[in-house]
Nanobody, 120 residues
Framework: QVQLVESGGGLVQAGGSLRLSCAAS????????KGWYRQAPGKQRELVAA???????NYADSVKGRFTISRDNAKNTVYLQMNSLKPEDTAVYYC??????????????WGQGTQVTVSS
């Protein structure tokens, strides 16, 4: 079975840093797209960062230059390094694995989420 487990969230002051980790099991880690989403109370879940098999990355405009997504295939783990944190970054952060199927459809797997709170 597929399992994604996030860790590394917590409380940090504005301007500080956190590194989130997502450990994956039950998948071929090098296949598909790995990403991070976040959701604040009453808000829509939004893409923060993603990395594809060819190491192609993309970021939300609001985090460009501050956040970095990376992966360690040997450990089946994807990371999100978050620097220069702002109160607007406060949200529950979710790890995502997207499997692209041969018929052109896709299936998303999600972690349980980890809370990030940034104080001013």
């Amino acid at each position: 079975q597929v399992q994604l487990v996030e860790s590394g969230g917590g409380l940090v002051q504005a301007g500080g840093s956190l590194r989130l980790s997502c450990a994956a099991s039950g998948i071929i880690f090098s296949i598909g797209t790995k990403g991070w989403y976040r959701q604040a109370p009453g808000k829509q879940r939004e893409l923060v960062a993603a990395v594809a098999g060819g190491s192609i990355t993309n970021y939300a405009d609001s985090v460009k230059g501050r956040f970095t997504i990376s992966r360690d295939n040997a450990k089946n783990t994807v990371y999100l390094q978050m620097n220069s944190l702002k109160p607007e970054d406060t949200a529950v952060y979710y790890c995502n694995y997207r499997r692209n199927l041969m018929d052109g459809t896709q299936y998303d797997y999600w972690g349980q989420g980890t809370q990030v709170t940034v104080s001013s």
